[in-house]
């Protein structure tokens, strides 16, 4: 059954990303350019997910469990910390460069292979820096 | 420049915030893309590794989708030097700041993480700076 969800999910999201046009770069910059040809659209795309992803969230709490043997998340309320702060500054810069995010880089795969591989192959090449670099730190 | 499409936008973010609140209600989890991937890479894909089946899914369905009823959205990319440059900032800044636009943006906002709502905040604030500088400074991408 999990396997099933998370298929499911995939197929939800690849699904919703493709509809709202988050598979077009040129369209996620042009919702990031409010002071230029501004296409607010993707304005749409969090007002809509944001309460649907609400009501998830608090079936499962009011539930106590999950519909499935997995537990139930259980974040702490965390600090904003250094980390927060310039690792989204970092992913908002790239964001703005390449008009990708890691799930439409993703989700564009199979449809533009040469370009999303690029950025594909990029991002996991940063996540890896980024973990190896913490790796060294802690040592 | 692209189109004003907010039907488009409300119906695909339905599709996404019924995918995180399945991710919530089912399996417990947030549906956070970077997160997925970032654990995925040490081959940490979850319970039964449902971070890979969900994976399957977010990549075949938008091909799939396109076959049936293309969007006319269409697709325009920057060129590869800055594809690079972006890829390597976003996998960096998405792993150092816990999540992405999926992870705080969406589900992360709905449980009303202060986290989460301050990302989203400084992500989408530095995606709007960097465009306006390259296009309006530098006169990059018209």
Redesign the interface.
């Known amino acids: 059954m999990i396997a099933v969800f998370a298929l499911v999910m995939g197929v939800l999201f690849g699904a919703g990303l493709y509809v709202a046009g988050m598979t077009n770069p040129a369209k996620v910059q042009g919702f990031l350019d409010i002071s230029g040809a501004w296409d607010p659209s993707l304005i749409f795309v969090m007002a809509a997910g944001i309460p649907v992803a609400w009501v998830g969230y608090q079936l499962m709490k009011r539930r106590g469990h999950t519909l499935t043997t997995m537990p139930m998340l259980e974040i702490p309320q965390g600090v904003v910390d250094r980390p927060l702060v310039v690792g989204s500054v970092l992913f908002g810069a790239g964001w703005g460069i390449g008009g990708f995010c890691p799930g439409p880089g993703v989700a564009s795969l199979l449809l533009e292979p040469a370009t999303a591989g690029v950025f594909v192959i990029a991002m996991i090449a940063g996540m890896l820096i980024h973990d190896r670099k913490g790796k060294t730190a802690n040592a | 420049?692209?189109?004003?499409?907010?039907?488009?936008?409300?119906?695909?973010?339905?599709?996404?915030?019924?995918?995180?609140?399945?991710?919530?209600?089912?399996?417990?989890?947030?549906?956070g893309?970077?997160g997925i991937?970032?654990r995925g890479?040490?081959g940490a894909f979850g319970?039964?590794?449902?971070?890979?089946?969900?994976?399957?899914?977010?990549?075949?369905?938008?091909?799939v989708?396109?076959q049936i009823a293309p969007?006319e959205?269409?697709?325009?990319?920057?060129g590869?030097a800055?594809?690079?440059?972006?890829?390597?900032?976003?996998?960096?800044?998405?792993?150092?700041?816990?999540g992405?636009?999926?992870g705080?943006?969406?589900?992360g906002?709905?449980?009303v993480?202060?986290?989460s709502i301050?990302?989203?905040m400084?992500?989408?604030?530095?995606?709007?700076?960097?465009?306006?500088v390259?296009?309006?400074v530098f006169g990059v991408?018209g």
């Open positions: 420049m692209t189109e004003f499409t907010p039907v488009a936008g409300a119906v695909g973010g339905v599709l996404i915030g019924l995918s995180a609140a399945l991710g919530y209600l089912a399996l417990g989890k947030v549906t893309i970077s991937i970032g890479l040490t319970h039964q590794n449902w971070g890979l089946w969900f994976l399957i899914g977010l990549i075949v369905t938008p091909w989708v396109h969007s959205h269409g697709f325009q990319a920057p590869t800055a594809v690079i440059a972006a890829g390597l900032l976003v996998g960096y800044g998405t792993r150092m700041g816990s992405c636009t999926s705080h943006g969406i589900c906002m709905a449980r993480s202060v986290r301050v990302a989203t400084i992500f989408v604030g530095a995606g709007v700076v960097t465009v306006a390259m296009r309006h991408f």
